[in-house]
């Protein structure tokens, strides 16, 4: 059974920086995609970071570019998420998720994934 526990979140003011964490098991880091979500309240989920764990090749919408990465460590079946110069409108319920494989398109859809973690909560302040 695949599981995800995501930590790390918090409160920080802006411009502050913050490390995600989710650690996996009943999971084998190869030839798949991990990427991390957030979803402010009325607001859809959107994809902010992903991963080919083999690879380590990643991807990120232009509203992160440059702010966040995401990384892996394949010892320790954990990806990281790590989120600097936070901005108010980065605020969310922050998940992380994990599909066998990799999608041929959208790997920042939160439709190419079916295992998810519970979340950790990111508040920024201005």
């Known amino acids: 059974q695949v599981q995800l526990v995501e930590s790390g979140g918090g409160s920080v003011q802006a411009g502050g920086s913050l490390r995600l964490s989710c650690e996996v098991s009943?999971?084998?880091?190869?030839?798949?995609?991990m990427a991390w979500f957030r979803q402010a309240p009325g607001k859809e989920r959107e994809g902010v970071a992903a991963?080919?764990?083999?690879?380590?090749?990643?991807d990120y919408p232009d509203s992160v570019k440059g702010r966040f990465t995401i990384s892996r460590d394949n010892n320790k079946n954990t990806v990281y998420l790590q989120m600097n110069n936070l901005k108010p409108g980065d605020a969310a319920l922050y998940y992380c998720?994990?599909?066998?494989?990799?999608?041929?398109?959208?790997?920042?859809?939160?439709?190419?994934?079916?295992?998810w973690g519970q979340g950790t909560q990111v508040t920024v302040s201005s």
């Open positions: 998720a994990a599909r066998h494989g990799c999608p041929a398109l959208n790997v920042l859809s939160p439709s190419s994934y079916n295992f």
């Open positions: 009943g999971y084998t880091f190869g030839r798949s995609c």
């Open positions: 991963i080919y764990l083999n690879a380590g090749i990643t």
